[in-house]
């Protein structure tokens, strides 16, 4: 139906609508007045013909002149036809008594006879002519004859003697209107192939706001549309000015949005913290019981090279334990040495035997020779969760890439796997705890490290397409220097 229509096809329908009907009106009322001006033409041209011929048969009629009378009403056929298209058909002198004293068509009307009884239009006509009293050319018209007649009185010193009576076809000026009508038409039609397509642009011009707008509302959903994706018509008018509102309403339903998302997460937060808290008590006291052994067995046993480097690492282990668990509970800074080219590598030594458990193969490369101003223990962290997190993403025979580079203020830790990839949907929510566990997970590694990620004032951002899947962490090493 035509209201189900767009604007884009309304408003230019309806213009093109208005523009044609205007166009049929103006061209009508054109035709018309040419076809009164022609007819008008017509009447002026037989009244003056009439009182011409009237004043010429005066003196014929007088001195009982037929012949004369005969050569004066058909002088106006003497001349080509083209001379002359307001010429009568026929052409009538009548007595004073009416009847007939010459004619064009004396076969028809002859000498002396009545005209009425010729044919019922003539009747008409001479009743018409018996009622008329006047002194000047009377145009009479009878509906139905196909014909109008000039009726001029013949008067010699205030007395009638007679009548003139020429009788003209109402198709006899048709052709001039015909060309007429036709140059109306051809210049209306020029019209119209100049106006349609204007119509046509200015309507659309008219109807984009609306139709911007109607797009722009459409994607409001379960989620908003970022202000980017909505391109509003803006100016002082009316349209604008709903433009400009609807703009406004959907940043502030964004804002609105985005401090429902903030008191979401501040909840969860909340609720991981009170967890964390009592899971951190329960920890720290068989923690601190197992440190103290290794302390107590470093000092008193006389361990072979190999034990004293598992002791080692063991130590390492738990007390990066304690120190991730300080980090989550976000307690005041604890001391860490500076990270080592040693500390990198043990992070490979302790997650290789998940990926040969996969199997899965990891590409290492490990550009930092130097010692670097960041707490070692949290940087091995990130690290440990993001090669923890890609071993698990990706199938048998997978692959993951880890590259470790500097430059003079960041330290970068790429991480890279071709496991299935993580949904659009899922990227905004991906650091938010329990919102990421994969299957056997907790969802909270990615959550752990967004926290360390902002303990030490860096950047993690997380890329995924079919095949690659990507987290880069980038950490200030300005912002840890001495």
């Known amino acids: 139906m035509f209201r189900d229509l767009s604007f884009r096809y309304k408003i230019p329908l309806r213009g093109s609508v208005l523009v044609v009907f205007t166009a049929l009106v103006v061209t009508a009322s054109l035709m018309f007045r040419a076809y009164d001006d022609l007819k008008r033409d017509v009447l002026l041209n037989s009244e003056s013909m009439g009182r011409v011929l009237a004043h010429t048969l005066t003196p014929a009629i007088l001195h009982d002149e037929v012949w004369s009378a005969y050569e004066i009403i058909n002088s106006p056929f003497q001349a080509s036809p083209k001379a002359n298209v307001n010429q009568a058909e026929e052409i009538l002198v009548l007595d004073a008594r009416q009847q007939v004293y010459v004619s064009t068509h004396p076969k028809q009307y002859p000498m002396l006879s009545d005209p009425a009884r010729a044919s019922p239009v003539q009747a008409r006509l001479q009743q018409a002519i018996a009622d008329y009293r006047g002194s000047e050319p009377k145009a009479v018209e009878l509906p139905g004859s196909g014909k109008f007649y000039m009726v001029t009185p013949i008067i010699s010193d205030g007395v009638a003697v007679g009548t003139l009576v020429m ?3 109402r198709s006899m000026f048709m052709p001039r209107f015909y060309d007429i009508a036709r140059r109306a038409v051809v210049m209306t039609l ?6 349609l397509p204007m119509n046509w642009y200015w309507a659309w011009r008219m109807a ?16 908003l549309p970022d ?9 002082r008018d009316e349209i604008g000015q709903v433009g400009v509102a609807f703009k406004r309403m959907l940043n502030e339903l964004k804002d609105k949005e985005n401090l429902e998302k903030q008191m979401f997460f501040s909840e969860r937060l909340a609720a991981v913290g009170r967890l964390a ?5 329960e920890i720290n006291n068989p923690l601190g019981g197992m440190l103290n052994t290794i302390s107590t067995y470093k ?3 006389n361990a072979d090279p190999q034990t004293a480097k598992t002791i080692s690492l063991l130590e390492r282990g738990l007390l990066q334990i304690k120190d991730t668990i300080a980090a989550l509970l976000v307690e005041a800074k604890f001391q860490s040495h500076p990270l080592t080219v040693q500390d990198i590598e043990d992070t490979r030594t302790l997650v290789l035997p998940d990926f040969h458990k996969k199997p899965a193969e990891l590409s290492w490369e490990n550009d930092i020779l ?3 101003p960041l707490p070692s223990t949290l940087v091995r962290q990130i690290l440990i969760n ?5 071993v698990q993403a990706v199938e048998p025979q997978g692959h993951v890439r880890c590259h470790i580079y500097r430059d003079s203020r960041n330290l970068t830790l790429a991480v890279e796997n071709d496991g299935k990839h993580i949904e659009a949907e899922q990227l905004g929510y991906l650091f938010e705890p329990f919102a990421t566990g994969r299957e056997g997970g907790h969802g909270l590694g990615l959550w752990v490290t967004y926290q360390i990620v902002q303990q030490l004032k860096g950047e993690i951002v997380a890329q995924s397409q079919p095949g690659e899947t990507r987290f880069t962490v980038t950490l200030p090493l300005e912002e840890h220097a001495a």
């Not at 202000?227 to 100016?235: G, L």
């Open 277 to 281: 808290a009592g899971i951190a008590h």
């Open 167 to 169: 009788g003209y076809s």
């Open 370 to 372: 130097e010692i670097l």
């Open 386 to 390: 993001l090669l923890f997190n890609a």
């Open 299 to 301: 000092k008193h046993a």
């Open 190 to 195: 020029l019209a119209l192939a100049v106006l």
């Open 208 to 223: 984009q706001p609306l139709i911007q707008l109607a797009e722009c509302m459409g994607k409001v959903g379960p989620a």
């Open 227 to 235: 202000a980017q994706e909505c391109k509003m018509y803006e100016s």
